[in-house]
């Protein structure tokens, strides 16, 4: 037998670091203009995201002037305790923080409790079951997921609608009497919520069900296992880091939601957390409402955290080897018929039935009291001057000039957002995939991801935050009230979703062509010009079109911003909501939907997008 022979090799030990040697390592930054890309990248997002959250920080503990009263001997600009003091130790603590937190928590543990599992459920039957007519039932499974959550809250009020808030819904015109807990408050804001986020659990299971070979379910069967035992042994472990993604993303969004939570809690005062810090940031203090975006802010890093320590450092199943994979579709059996009458009742209570009535109560006189000629009208889309008396203040929408500057503010803003975060999207793709396992790679990915994390009123908070007033003796200008900052917010809260895009588009382009092109001498601008850019155009479009359907139907991100030179379309209806006119307030939501299934429609025809499978 031969001893075996252990060969130690020791590191090299590191160059120090001369001023020669930072000097060349300076010059290759500057000279490859891929290290500059990089460069110039990570500046970029560090002032974008890391200056603005550390300025909002900062803020929380900077004494402003219209507190200058309530702290004694306090100067403006001083160091102070005092907004933490009134929000965790004051006398209105339970009313600032305590209770809208609860009822933050509540939202969102039942949103996750029933959207997760629905979601869940839903993908499953569409892709590994012999479910008929799934083709058409999972584009009307995704439609809900388009149509902005605040209009569902809208719908659901046009619904369920009570007298205490000063005019009758569907249900209590034809005298069925409606208790307020089911109009408004937590129950309402559950379901409504819960209608729209089920459709991060369908996109993500289904994906992952998507890449699972189905001869691992059969061997199951074949050793006599039930579908049941299949499906809690076989299939759930292998699509779980799936079902805890939705559960995160679910949870996040759901315990920051504002728009939904706005319709359906303020006319009971029933506030969340969202809502509560709205009304500190419109009147004051903002520390306040500042410092209460912190919390929401940290409250997602808990969530992702705890998400990471659930899955463990396992992060997901391979599910596809080299041997091929096949569907075998489930047979329902029995059960086909249940099934398909619960999806029927499912999409008519989701979809059909609130979006019937929200669309009817446009041509009403008096909501909730029947659809008689007598009680229909056109006034609410193009009634005149004249007749304002009789039915509302407003003009009809297609007579109102603040409809149309807000349609045209929604036009700009989603097309010269989109081009810019699709743009940018592409650019941090490029970088995330060709820097992995490198530092740059993972720490643009990281600055990248940190967006994500935060709810939109929160990510707002902060930009308000920062462009508030001038910095740096007028270097960064103040942005208040402006367009800009709408659209610079907007285009940083979307890299996370754009740079995923650009990432996976990129990945799918072989690091191979550059290396032939390289050695062939064309130069880094040239290999972009005439490799990236065309074999990325699909994608591109793709990302494009995805990112302005996601900013059409926004509301939480901009709504702190908002000014009457400013208004969109969302944020018009919202208002009209608030002030009682219902009717109004239907219709431009109307017109909302049809601008995000048009532009939708349209990304599928062109680009091929399809959200079903973006994710």
Same mark, same amino acid.
């Given at each position: 037998?031969?001893?075996?022979?252990?060969?130690?090799?020791?590191?090299?030990?590191?160059?120090?670091?001369?001023?020669?040697?930072?000097?060349?390592?300076?010059?290759?930054?500057?000279?490859?203009?891929?290290?500059?890309?990089?460069?110039?990248?990570?500046?970029?997002? =560090?002032?974008?995201?890391?200056?603005?959250?550390?300025?909002?920080?900062?803020?929380?503990?900077?004494?402003?002037?219209?507190?200058?009263?309530?702290?004694?001997? *306090?100067?403006?600009?001083?160091?102070?305790?005092?907004?933490?003091?009134?929000?965790?130790?004051?006398?209105?603590?339970?009313?600032?923080?305590?209770?809208?937190?609860?009822?933050?928590?509540?939202?969102?543990?039942?949103?996750?409790?029933?959207?997760?599992?629905?979601?869940?459920?839903?993908?499953?039957? /569409?892709?590994?079951?012999?479910?008929?007519?799934?083709?058409?039932?999972?584009?009307? @499974? $995704?439609?809900?997921?388009?149509?902005?959550?605040? $209009?569902?809250?809208?719908?659901?009020?046009?619904? =369920?609608?009570?007298?205490?808030?000063?005019?009758?819904?569907?249900?209590?015109?034809?005298?069925?009497?409606?208790?307020?807990?089911?109009?408004?408050?937590? $129950?309402?804001?559950?379901?409504?919520?819960?209608?729209?986020?089920?459709?991060?659990?369908?996109?993500?299971?289904?994906? +992952?069900?998507?890449?699972?070979?189905?001869?691992?379910?059969?061997?199951?069967?074949?050793?006599?296992?039930?579908?049941?035992?299949?499906?809690?042994?076989?299939?759930?472990?292998?699509?779980?880091?799936?079902?805890?993604?939705?559960?995160?993303?679910?949870?996040?969004?759901?315990?920051?939601? %504002?728009?939904?939570?706005?319709?359906?809690?303020?006319?009971?005062?029933? %506030? $969340?957390? !969202?809502?509560?810090?709205?009304?500190?940031?419109?009147?004051?203090?903002?520390?306040?409402?500042?410092?209460?975006?912190?919390?929401?802010?940290?409250?997602? +890093?808990?969530?992702?955290?705890?998400?990471?320590?659930?899955?463990?450092?396992?992060?997901?199943?391979?599910?596809?080897?080299?041997?091929?994979?096949?569907?075998?579709?489930?047979? #329902?059996?029995?059960?086909?018929?249940?099934? /398909?009458?619960?999806?029927?009742? =499912?999409?008519? #209570?989701?979809?059909?039935?609130?979006?019937?009535?929200? @669309?009817?109560?446009?041509?009403?006189?008096?909501?909730?009291?029947? %659809?008689?000629?007598?009680?229909?009208?056109?006034?609410?889309?193009?009634?005149? !001057?004249?007749? !304002?008396?009789?039915?509302?203040?407003?003009?009809?929408?297609?007579?109102?000039?603040?409809?149309?500057?807000?349609?045209?503010?929604?036009?700009?803003?989603?097309?010269?957002?989109?081009?810019?975060?699709?743009?940018?999207?592409?650019?941090?793709?490029?970088?995330?995939?060709?820097?992995?396992?490198?530092?740059?790679?993972?720490?643009?990915?990281?600055?990248?991801?940190?967006?994500?994390? &935060?709810?939109?009123?929160?990510?707002?908070?902060? %930009?308000?935050? /920062?462009?508030?007033?001038?910095?740096?003796?007028?270097?960064?200008?103040?942005?208040?009230?402006?367009?800009?900052?709408?659209?610079?917010?907007?285009?940083?809260?979307?890299?996370?979703? +754009?740079?995923?895009?650009?990432?996976?588009?990129?990945?799918?382009?072989?690091?191979?062509?550059?290396?032939?092109?390289?050695? +062939?001498?064309?130069?880094?601008?040239?290999?972009?010009?005439?490799?990236?850019?065309?074999?990325?155009?699909?994608?591109?479009?793709?990302?494009? &079109?995805?990112?302005?359907?996601?900013?059409?139907?926004?509301?939480?991100?901009?709504?702190?911003?908002?000014?009457?030179?400013?208004?969109?379309?969302?944020?018009?209806? =919202?208002?009209?909501?608030?002030?009682?006119?219902?009717?109004?307030?239907?219709?431009?939501?109307?017109?909302? #939907?049809?601008?995000?299934?048009?532009?939708?429609?349209?990304?599928?025809?062109?680009?091929?997008?399809?959200? *079903?499978?973006?994710?």
């Amino acid at each position: 037998m031969s001893n075996a022979v252990t060969v130690t090799k020791e590191r090299p030990p590191r160059k120090k670091l001369t001023a020669r040697r930072l000097k060349n390592l300076i010059l290759n930054v500057l000279k490859n203009p891929f290290n500059m890309v990089v460069l110039v990248s990570l500046i970029v997002l =560090f002032c974008l995201i890391v200056i603005p959250l550390l300025t909002m920080i900062k803020s929380t503990f900077t004494l402003a002037q219209g507190e200058l009263r309530r702290v004694k001997g *306090g100067h403006i600009g001083d160091f102070t305790l005092y907004y933490w003091q009134y929000m965790l130790a004051s006398n209105m603590s339970k009313a600032v923080l305590w209770e809208p937190l609860l009822h933050s928590f509540v939202c969102g543990f039942f949103t996750t409790l029933i959207s997760v599992p629905l979601g869940s459920v839903l993908a499953w039957l /569409m892709i590994r079951t012999d479910l008929p007519g799934k083709k058409v039932l999972g584009i009307l @499974i $995704t439609v809900p997921y388009m149509i902005p959550s605040w $209009t569902k809250a809208i719908a659901w009020l046009a619904v =369920f609608r009570t007298p205490t808030s000063g005019a009758n819904g569907f249900l209590t015109g034809m005298g069925i009497p409606i208790p307020d807990w089911l109009a408004y408050g937590p $129950t309402a804001i559950v379901l409504c919520m819960s209608m729209h986020y089920y459709a991060f659990s369908y996109i993500q299971v289904s994906g +992952a069900l998507r890449s699972i070979n189905s001869e691992l379910e059969e061997m199951g069967e074949i050793q006599g296992a039930n579908k049941a035992q299949i499906l809690r042994y076989i299939t759930l472990p292998l699509i779980l880091p799936s079902v805890l993604s939705a559960l995160v993303m679910t949870v996040s969004k759901s315990i920051g939601t %504002y728009g939904v939570a706005a319709n359906l809690g303020n006319r009971i005062g029933y %506030y $969340t957390l !969202a809502t509560r810090m709205r009304v500190y940031i419109d009147q004051g203090p903002r520390g306040v409402g500042y410092a209460m975006s912190i919390v929401l802010v940290g409250l997602a +890093a808990l969530i992702l955290m705890s998400n990471q320590k659930a899955i463990g450092v396992r992060k997901s199943y391979a599910t596809v080897g080299g041997k091929g994979g096949r569907s075998t579709l489930m047979p #329902l059996g029995a059960a086909k018929k249940p099934m /398909m009458a619960f999806l029927a009742v =499912f999409l008519f #209570l989701a979809m059909v039935m609130p979006f019937f009535v929200l @669309i009817m109560e446009t041509f009403q006189v008096t909501t909730g009291a029947g %659809y008689g000629p007598e009680n229909l009208t056109l006034y609410n889309w193009i009634g005149q !001057a004249g007749e !304002a008396e009789k039915y509302t203040n407003y003009e009809g929408i297609f007579r109102n000039k603040e409809f149309f500057r807000a349609l045209y503010n929604t036009v700009r803003l989603t097309i010269i957002t989109s081009l810019i975060t699709a743009f940018c999207g592409q650019f941090l793709g490029y970088i995330s995939s060709r820097g992995r396992g490198k530092w740059y790679g993972n720490l643009t990915e990281q600055l990248v991801f940190v967006p994500y994390l &935060m709810s939109g009123v929160a990510f707002s908070t902060m %930009y308000f935050s /920062m462009f508030s007033v001038p910095h740096l003796g007028g270097l960064i200008p103040s942005l208040y009230g402006t367009f800009t900052l709408i659209v610079l917010t907007s285009v940083v809260k979307h890299f996370p979703f +754009a740079s995923r895009s650009g990432t996976a588009n990129m990945l799918s382009i072989s690091v191979e062509l550059e290396e032939a092109a390289d050695i +062939a001498g064309a130069s880094f601008w040239k290999r972009m010009a005439t490799i990236i850019v065309p074999l990325a155009k699909n994608g591109f479009i793709s990302g494009l &079109m995805l990112v302005f359907i996601s900013i059409a139907k926004e509301l939480d991100l901009i709504i702190i911003m908002m000014t009457p030179t400013t208004r969109t379309m969302s944020y018009l209806a =919202f208002t009209y909501s608030q002030e009682g006119y219902a009717q109004m307030s239907d219709a431009i939501s109307v017109c909302v #939907l049809l601008f995000i299934l048009f532009c939708y429609i349209f990304a599928n025809k062109v680009a091929g997008a399809d959200i *079903g499978k973006s994710w």
